[in-house]
């Protein structure tokens, strides 16, 4: 019943099952349901995509072009890397969904390394032939290019682990504040391109061509945001290394991975092939049970430079 929009089923849940796994999220999805629509709504989003989220409002300011740094690439089956250097930015999104707010700044003060791209299949079946990521069964005709998918929080540990031990390289998640910080580029407009929806900018189903509903495209088919990262709008969804928190309240300011103990559901952003376009919104956000596998997730690594 997860995929139902009728509030009814999930209050029939909440009475059958008042303490059960899934009641703080039936009550959120009935006040999501019975919320008066926005004016320019998406879509209702196709089967195990995350709850239909509002279209931003244009913003005041016109985005902040800048340039990422240099390219690094530790070994010939590492992911390619984009360094960026320390900076304070405006986290968040107050004219988006709860979840975004409070809109914060932020001090990112070390710098780091992060994917220019989803991590591939090719990559991680490199993982699999070391010995160090399980397989997981692709679609078929998916190709050593295409974004991997499928994949939990615990499969995408297990991959960054075995990738910092073969490199020697401290390679982890990034946290969510360094990774919103790094799908921005530069900008603090809704989306990393500007104030307005825009075609050819990200891999979703109102995002214009090369899109299929079948597969995401192969990483790098769409634009790169300014600091040259692709796909960080679209194409899949990307854990994050933070526990999931209902809203920004009481976030770090410092870039931090936001940890809690025990934590068993963990961050989701950017998006995927699957939502339209109110989803590329670059502070959309949302959630997943960390071992649970689901087609639409996937990762982008990061790597500390000090």
Request: overall charge positive; charged content about 20%; proline content about 11%.
């Amino acid at each position: 019943m997860k995929d139902s929009v009728h509030p009814a089923d999930y209050e029939a849940y909440l009475k059958a099952y008042p303490k059960g796994r899934f009641a703080a999220l039936a009550q959120a999805r009935i006040s999501r349901l019975r919320a008066p629509a926005p004016a320019a709504a998406a879509a209702p989003p196709p089967a195990q995509a995350a709850p239909a989220r509002p279209a931003a409002p244009p913003p005041t300011a016109a985005p902040v072009i800048t340039k990422g740094g240099a390219e690094i690439r530790d070994c010939p089956y590492c992911p390619v890397l984009v360094s960026l250097p320390p900076a304070s930015y405006t986290m968040g999104n107050n004219a988006s969904d709860p979840s975004e707010k409070p809109a914060h700044p932020v001090a990112i003060t070390t710098p780091f390394a992060i994917g220019k791209y989803e991590v591939t299949v090719q990559q991680w079946n490199a993982c699999v032939s070391g010995g160090g990521c399980p397989k997981v069964a692709q679609p078929a005709n998916t190709g050593p290019a295409a974004p991997m998918r499928d994949l939990s929080w615990d499969d995408a540990q297990q991959y960054v682990k075995w990738l910092a031990a073969a490199t020697g390289k401290p390679y982890r998640l990034p946290s969510e504040a360094e990774w919103e910080y790094a799908a921005r580029g530069g900008t603090d407009t809704p989306y990393w391109w500007g104030a307005q929806m825009a075609t050819g900018k990200a891999n979703c189903k109102e995002c214009g061509p090369p899109w299929s509903s079948d597969a995401p495209a192969n990483v790098g088919s769409f634009a790169a945001n300014p600091w040259g990262l692709h796909d960080t709008s679209g194409s899949v969804w990307e854990w994050v290394s933070d526990c999931w928190h209902n809203n920004f309240k009481d976030a770090p300011a410092n870039g931090r991975t936001w940890e809690e103990p025990n934590c068993t559901v963990r961050v989701i952003r950017g998006g995927s092939w699957r939502e339209g376009a109110p989803y590329m919104v670059v502070s959309t956000r949302f959630k997943y049970d960390a071992s649970v596998r689901q087609l639409q997730n996937g990762f982008r690594v990061a790597r500390s430079l000090r």
